[in-house]
């Protein structure tokens, strides 16, 4: 019963579909330019590869609170403040990604690429067919990490969305939350546990590469 009255409540179904859009595109978008990134500086030599490396990891020193204000101001330039790529373009590069995949290709032995291109493969081939591959684990992690951010972003949904029809499950939780006065704590907690279900299931199905994709991306460095 509790459950029914969290769907009776808000409308969760809405967010839920938001919270998935959002996730969904976020964590694939990511993977591939994290990868793509990673591929590149991790085993093609050009000039400049550790000074862009140094200049793309410093991004982790940003806070996200300081990136909010100037991204309203664009956003709503170009008219995608209460959108939902309002959200997910923050969401598509991230230094921390592209430092675990690196990492992790730096692992994998030069011979990988050296017997691919004498078989006649491009630095294309050799990137999808050879080394992401055999990369899968750090993917994996990046992913995970990338889907629990993307899931739980409370912050940026609450400053770029204005619209109800548009409120992720984060923002919606608090809505529930303020209709705590009108029932009991049970529903609010129904409404965690559904919350908190996606994360659980992905968490269950990576946990195996979770391990090896950290343990791995610290060797070679």
């Not at 990490?145 to 912050?155: E, Q, R």
Request: overall charge positive; charged content about 10%; glycine content about 6%.
């Amino acid at each position: 019963s509790n459950y029914k009255e969290v769907f009776q409540l808000i409308p969760l179904k809405s967010y839920l579909v938001n919270s998935v859009i959002v996730t969904v595109t976020a964590t694939a978008v990511q993977c591939a330019i994290s990868s793509s990134a990673a591929y590149a500086f991790a085993r093609l030599k050009f000039r400049g590869n550790h000074g862009f490396l140094l200049m793309i990891l410093s991004g982790m020193m940003i806070p996200v609170q300081a990136t909010v204000v100037p991204l309203y101001i664009l956003f709503s330039k170009i008219g995608l403040v209460n959108t939902r790529i309002s959200i997910i373009l923050p969401l598509l590069i991230s230094p921390l990604g592209i430092f675990i995949i690196k990492q992790y290709m730096q692992s994998i032995p030069k011979s990988y690429d050296e017997a691919a291109i004498i078989d006649g493969a491009s630095q294309f081939q050799v990137f999808t067919k050879v080394i992401l591959p055999m990369a899968k684990p750090s993917v994996v992690v990046v992913a995970m990490l990338t889907f629990v951010t993307s899931w739980n972003d409370f912050f940026r949904p609450l400053i770029f969305i204005t619209s109800s029809e548009k409120m992720t499950l984060p923002i919606g939780m608090t809505v529930l939350n303020s209709l705590s006065r009108q029932s009991s704590i049970s529903v609010i907690l129904a409404g965690v546990v559904i919350s908190s279900l996606p994360l659980i299931l992905v968490f269950l199905k990576g946990q195996k590469y979770l391990i090896q994709g950290i343990s791995m991306s610290g060797v070679k460095g």
